[in-house]
């Protein structure tokens, strides 16, 4: 099923999700934006003048997705790939939603043979769990304000052609931050989606998953390290990158704590499926996860309508069941009322069938 607003950047169909011991995270500047002094003047101009209209607006740090790598113990080394494919310039260009086995691996080669070369598995066996796979998260640095002043700009086909010819990455000038999302199943069989407020930034007034970002700001903190979110620097974690793969899978549970008002004691241990991009903002990536909870929907229900620290972010609880979710696509009635955020869990949900 093609959309041209999301595509899937990776699954873990073959393994039916990975935990987080089956996730390790490389950081690095290399994996930080490029600059450009024009683009950045742009940039800060434009933070300006939406923070004097609306200066509630906030620059949080985020964690920029540059690439990935996934490995297995028992065989050889599966993909070494980046979301520069396809160009964000072209969105009918997306990828399959095919196994990464059965990718075509010249191709995924010559797409990230500018990037940074993937750990071998000599290198991995230290960290690789005792069996199963193991996905790597190439992270930078980035924020809320270059992400508005990148993937948002009206720009951002110009930005792409600049990236590709100074660097050799079409998303190389982009902020591409990484966000989280759950698609929330109660123990009644019954998915969770929620319908965004018309007062959000984006996508007001569709279906969504719950979801956010993890929080670099989180992550400095659990260290001992109190900073100011404008000086974050990657080498603050990069000899702790557990604890960022603590904050990606413990970010999405806070989320749903937050938008849904699930307790955390109710939820499960979250499975990644994989990487969704949104192609409404530039091919914007989202970790997406399946995550148990131990309520009934009707309880969800209750609990949502009580208001938790998010509920200002929709407006409504919307439940179907798993076999719904199974059989959505695009010319079902209800996809036109989901947001590109919901739209590629829905696709990573159909193609890994965790739980």
């Known amino acids: 099923m093609m959309d041209p607003e999301v595509s899937v950047l990776l699954h873990c169909a073959a393994w039916s999700g990975l935990l987080e011991s089956q996730v390790h995270v490389e950081l690095s500047e290399r994996f930080n ?6 683009l950045e003047c742009q940039i800060e101009a434009l933070w300006t003048d939406r923070v004097t209209k609306e200066p509630w607006l906030f620059n949080g740090a985020k ?10 113990l028992n065989g050889p080394l599966l993909s070494s790939v980046s979301p520069e494919d396809p ?7 997306v990828p399959s939603v095919d196994c990464v086995e059965n990718q075509q691996t010249d191709r995924l080669h010559s797409v990230s043979q500018n990037r940074s070369k993937c750990t071998n598995e000599t290198d991995l066996e230290g960290i690789l769990p005792q069996t199963g796979p193991i996905l790597t998260l190439r992270l930078g640095i980035t924020c809320y304000k270059d992400y508005l002043g990148t993937n948002w700009s009206s720009r951002v086909a110009e930005l792409c052609q600049i990236g590709e010819v100074k660097f050799s990455d079409p998303l190389a000038l982009l902020s591409q931050p990484l966000g989280v999302g759950a698609v929330l199943c109660t123990v009644d069989g019954q998915v969770v989606l929620i319908r965004r407020s018309q007062r959000v930034a984006e996508a007001g007034g569709l279906l969504d998953i719950p979801g956010g970002h993890p929080e670099p700001k989180v992550v400095c903190e659990r260290l001992g390290q109190k900073v100011s979110e404008e000086l974050i620097s990657v080498s603050m974690m990069q000899q702790k990158s557990e604890a960022v793969v603590s904050e990606l899978f413990s970010s999405v549970c806070a989320e749903i704590r937050d938008e849904v008002n699930i307790p955390l004691s109710s939820l499960g241990q979250p499975i990644l499926m994989g990487v969704a991009l949104n192609h409404t903002s530039a091919g914007r990536p989202s970790a997406e996860f399946y995550v148990r909870c131990s309520i009934t929907s009707d309880e969800v229900r209750q609990l949502y309508w009580k208001g938790g620290a998010e509920a200002h972010e ?3 609880i919307v439940f179907l069941s798993r076999t719904e979710v199974l059989e959505l ?5 209800l996809w036109s009322e989901l947001c590109p955020s919901a739209k590629g869990a829905v696709l990573l949900f159909q193609t890994v069938k965790p739980g």
């Open 63 to 72: 964690f920029r997705l540059h690439s990935y790598c996934l490995a297995s």
């Open 87 to 93: 160009p964000c310039t072209d969105s009918s260009k």
């Open 33 to 38: 934006r490029q600059t450009d002094p024009s």
């Open 314 to 316: 929709s407006t409504d």
């Open 329 to 333: 696509n695009s010319r079902s009635p």
